[in-house]
């Protein structure tokens, strides 16, 4: 089958593989082990990843904290940051379409007596830079909006977010999940106080990712939701993951060399089936289309159901569909109904996650599936009308 949901995880990179290999039996070290050189073997290897990481965001590789994902890299940054300054305030503004371990972890602040501001997007999905600076309260410690979104795509204003956070004397966290490795990101150039994002979404490992703390100008901290051994300076406990650490690391280095030819690439390709698809009557583009990640497109098929449609063609091509839960429920997608869809076109939206191993043929056959599947299934619904 046809891999199109690069964006819920994408396939490790086998050159990521094989710098991993030699750390799971052989050299199996404990990278706190300070007394022999097998754990010294894991420390430098976890330092030389370290270094490969910051590289990617233009971080110092003392700002790059592992964690086991960027789930957790979330919790640790909005939980982190509301303990660590609760002396200054306590209030968070986040938006409507953020990922569920934000939104969840603010649910969570907010049981802890916190105060979260949710900023709704306009109809293409970006935020109101205007209702953003509104927000801002003398109680306000952090604003956090994701860089890009996973659903539809669409970067936020990043720059401006952080110039406005800092105006304020405001920290900003952005979950840079869907964009670091596919968009250049730079946390001094964007002006990014802590970020998180993920080996799986980036052709690495999963069970890895990284919260970037910044140290210098101004130099933050959290407190530490894992207690413990004190690994990490301290605000991540645990025995590092030395394999994991590795295959990101040579993940991140991968990205570097290869994102600008990529992101050409696949925005290409992404634009060449968005337009074939935009030959089908009533299909409409979810989100902002200039401000997007060069490999994501979601598209709304009106009066087909995206899971009825997923059923022509999904024992041949692999993606998400926005009526797809991501719980037990049936509800459609909270980030299309955010861009104020209904729910009829929430639930006939497919999410298309191009990446690496992408090749045009698979473009050419998933533009035929999709437009052969949409015809079919309105012929066969009362809402069309001919
Ligand atoms: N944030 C965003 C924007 C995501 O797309 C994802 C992945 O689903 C996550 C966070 C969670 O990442 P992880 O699977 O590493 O916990």
Known sequence: PIYLDNNATTPMDPRVLEAMLPYFV?????????????????????????????K??????????????????NNLALKGVFEMYASKGNH???????????????????????????????????????ELENAITDKTVLISIMYGNNEIGVIQPVREISAIARKHG?????????????????????????????????????????????????????????????????????????????G?????????????????????????LEAALMQVEEA?????????????????FKYVEGEGLMMGFNKNIALSSGSACTSASLEPSYVLKALGLGDDLAHSSLRFGLGRFTTDEQIDFTINAITTSVLKLREMSPLWEM
């Open 26 to 54: 052989e050299k199996f070290g404990n990278a706190a082990s300070r007394n022999h050189s097998f754990g010294w073997v894991a420390e430098e290897a976890v330092d030389y990843a370290r270094e490969q990481v910051a």
């Open 56 to 73: 990617l965001i233009g971080a110092d590789a003392k700002e790059i904290i592992f964690t086991s994902g960027a789930t957790e890299a």
């Open 92 to 130: 968070i503004i986040t938006c409507t379409t953020e990922h569920k371990a934000v939104l969840d972890a603010c649910k969570h602040i907010e049981k802890m007596g916190g105060q979260v501001t949710y900023l709704e997007v306009k109809s293409d999905g970006l935020i109101d830079l205007g």
């Open 170 to 246: 405001v920290l900003f966290f952005t979950d840079g999940t869907q964009a670091v490795g596919k968009v250049p990101v730079d946390v001094i150039a964007d002006g990014i106080d802590l970020m998180s994002f993920s080996g799986h979404k980036m052709y690495g490992p999963k069970g890895v990712g990284v919260l970037y703390v910044r140290r210098k100008n101004p130099r933050v901290k959290v407190t530490a939701q894992m207690d413990g051994g004190g690994h990490e300076r301290g605000m991540r406990s645990g025995t590092l993951n030395v394999p994991g650490i590795v």
């Open 248 to 272: 990101l690391g040579k993940a991140c280095e991968l990205c570097m060399n290869e994102m600008e030819s990529e992101g050409t690439r696949l925005s290409a390709m992404r634009d060449r």
């Open 284 to 300: 409409y583009v979810n989100g902002n289309r200039e401000h997007r990640l060069p490999h994501t497109t979601n598209i709304s």
